[in-house]
């Protein structure tokens, strides 16, 4: 029996020094369901750095690692360690599918976007030791489907009280900064609806009661997300997702929403500058409604959560130190910012790139952080300062309690908004130590 070991690595924090945390709350699907499209006779192992260490004297045949955004670095440094030894790895995940010949060069083979349609390949080859330098082979339109995940290989490890499901990958809108645009461009692929009922009821087997809607955007097919909640209904679980902010205009969907068990969508609103939404290609979001959609979506009894940008090209220095008002006007729980930053890969890069306007090109000290090019109203340094800016003010002691404790909900879910509480003075010791707040 040949062994598979799975790897999802935890980013380095600013001294080089890699990311621990006591428990991890987000888990990523990925890695379970590699797990569920391996053969049976393959051993698999799955290693979630952030909460363990990664066994490098392992006896595993084949190393495979994902790299996601600014963790990309640490994945090299494993790949590169393990080929130390002897051992064959693949990478695979968003950055490696966004620039696979980079990826190529610290790997053994590079898969590119979804797996299902080539692992078996992608593990035959490597068994008769042919393994290619790039696999890819996208997903059909329409519906794709995938195997039960294997979250029994979670066990014994400290996560949250939730786990992932997906019901459809990609998303219609097509903003120019945004790594699922690269890699879907403008689709939405569904699932079978008694797949995703399968997962849940897994989820549910093993004890769990609350899960965690991957999709990028459920509100991308209006039609598919009404039958979506009527089997949520059936099943009686509570969960949460993302998509975009018009849904707060559908009152009628709402209300499903809510009684399908929805605590909290997450909406990346980017900005609250209009220009600045046009040129990201994402001309559809109005700022001028985002307060009356908030509060509408809340009056449904769902809480929102909110990410955003900062140094878009309509953003001013006075614009982005607005936008605290505007987080705690909306008493926004937990806000989370990023520097805009044009990844390779995404049509930002290619437009910053031409313009001449990169003014770093170490593509791997991109984390969202610090400006890497030449913002149209600000200076690089200005628009890191202002980013770091805007965090620390919004998490101050004051600002914590105003946006989680001083609040009607608090008195209904006094226990919600407690650990919002916990996470926001955690995320206020991060960003004390200048690391971007997450919990993962």
Same mark, same amino acid.
């Given at each position: ?18 990311? !621990? ?6 888990? *990523? ?16 192992? +799955?290693?979630? =750095?952030?909460? =363990? ?47 696979? +010949? ?13 797996? =299902?349609?080539?692992? #078996? ?33 979670? !066990? ?14 990609? $998303? ?9 645009? $690269? ?6 692929? &569904? ?9 849940? &009821?897994?989820?549910?087997?093993? *004890? ?53 068990? $929805?605590?909290?969508?997450?909406? *990346? +609103? ?10 990201? @290609? ?13 509060? /509408?979506?809340? %009056? ?6 909110? #990410? ?6 309509? @953003? ?13 006007? /909306? %008493? ?76 009607? #909900?608090?008195? %209904? ?28």
């Amino acid at each position: 029996m040949k062994k598979l070991l799975l790897i999802q690595p935890s980013p380095y924090q600013k001294d080089k020094t890699v990311v !621990k945390k006591s428990r991890l709350y987000f888990v *990523g699907l990925s890695l379970p369901l590699l797990a569920a499209l391996t053969p049976k006779d393959w051993e698999v192992e +799955l290693i979630y =750095e952030v909460i =363990e260490d990664i066994p490098f004297d392992t006896d595993a045949d084949l190393i495979g690692i994902s790299t996601m955004g600014h963790g990309v670095i640490r994945s090299i440094d494993i790949a590169k360690e393990f080929r130390k030894k002897g051992k064959k790895v693949i990478l695979g995940g968003y950055m490696a599918s966004i620039m696979p +010949l980079e990826a190529a060069k610290y790997s053994d083979s590079v898969v590119v976007g979804d797996a =299902e349609m080539i692992w #078996e390949e992608v593990l035959s080859d490597f068994c008769s030791g042919r393994l290619k330098e790039i696999y890819e082979k996208p997903l059909p339109n329409g519906y794709f489907s995938t195997p039960m995940p294997r979250f029994d290989l979670l !066990k014994g490890k400290k996560i949250g009280d939730f786990l992932p499901v997906q019901a459809g990958r990609g $998303c219609p809108n097509s903003c120019s900064f945004c790594s699922v645009s $690269c890699l879907y461009k403008g689709r939405y692929i &569904k699932r079978p609806l008694e797949e995703v009922v399968r997962d849940i &009821k897994q989820i549910k087997d093993l *004890g769990f009661k609350k899960i965690l809607l991957l999709d990028d955007n459920i509100f991308s097919d209006r039609d598919y997300l009404h039958k979506l909640l009527d089997t949520f209904i059936e099943l009686n679980v509570t969960w949460m997702s993302q998509c975009e902010i018009t849904i707060g205009h559908d009152d009628d969907l709402l209300q499903k929403l809510y009684k399908s068990g $929805c605590q909290t969508l997450s909406f *990346g +609103l980017e900005s609250i500058t209009k220009e600045s939404l046009d040129k990201m @290609d994402k001309s559809w979001a109005k700022p001028s409604e985002y307060d009356y959609l908030i509060q /509408n979506i809340r %009056k449904h009894g769902i809480d929102v959560s909110t #990410e955003m940008v900062v140094g878009a090209e309509g @953003d001013t220095l006075e614009s982005i130190r607005k936008t605290k008002d505007f987080i705690e006007k /909306n %008493k926004i729980s937990v806000p989370r910012f990023y520097i805009l930053t044009p990844f390779p890969g995404t049509r930002f890069f290619e437009q910053i790139e031409k313009a001449g306007r990169l003014v770093n090109k170490d593509i791997y000290s991109y984390d969202g952080t610090s400006a890497v090019y030449k913002p149209q109203n600000m200076t690089p340094d200005e628009l890191t300062a202002v980013y770091w800016e805007l965090y620390e003010n919004l998490f101050t002691f004051k600002s914590i309690i105003k946006r989680n404790i001083l609040r009607k #909900e608090m008195l %209904k879910m006094p226990h919600k908004y407690l650990f919002n509480t916990i996470v926001n003075l955690y995320y206020r010791e991060q960003i004390k130590r200048r690391i971007t707040p997450n919990i993962f």
